[in-house]
């Protein structure tokens, strides 16, 4: 009797053992299948940051491009003016507020039958002058254009 007793336990020991087995052979596949998953997202998540780094280098690589351009071009444009004054090929003038004439001197309201200006009556500024107004303006122009410049680098990363 103890003998089938024995022999009884340990059937439903090795039953129990071969349950549990497959029950632990069904979590790992299941672990191993959910793991498998997770790595496939994290690498498609990877790759679609990846694509995004790369656009948002070619966006501003581009930029960069448009930027230096733009810079480039006025520079060329202040250099020719500069140069344009210097040779006299320009000249820069104001215009005179004829009612705001200082100490009581008239000036013409407009230019008189020899004159070539039918217009406001204008005065030659020094070319010293001039070029200093130009450097002026470059200098904004520039600041303009590393504003506008840094302005599409945030517009471009906040994307």
């Known amino acids: 009797m103890l003998a089938l007793v024995l ?7 090795k039953i129990q053992d071969w349950r549990y087995g497959g029950v632990l052979a069904d979590q790992a596949r299941l672990q191993a299948d959910t793991l498998n998953q997770l790595n496939l997202a994290a690498a498609a998540l990877q790759q679609h940051e ?6 948002l280098e070619q966006q501003l690589s581009a930029s960069e ?3 230096y351009r733009a810079l480039s071009d006025a520079q060329r444009d202040q250099d020719r003016l500069r140069d344009r004054l210097a040779t006299a090929d320009v000249r820069l ?10 100490g009581g001197c008239a000036l013409p309201a407009a230019a008189g039958a020899s004159g070539m200006d039918h217009g406001a009556p204008r005065a030659r500024l020094d070319p010293a002058h001039a070029q200093r107004i130009i450097a002026i303006t470059d200098a904004g ?8 410049a840094c302005q599409a680098y945030v517009r471009a990363l906040g994307r």
């Open 7 to 13: 022999a009884a336990v340990g059937v439903t020991w």
């Open 50 to 55: 990846t694509d995004r780094r790369q656009a």
């Open 141 to 148: 122009d520039r600041g303009l254009i590393a504003l506008q």
């Open 93 to 102: 003038s104001v215009l005179l507020d004829a009612s705001d004439a200082p």
């Open 65 to 67: 491009q448009t930027h």
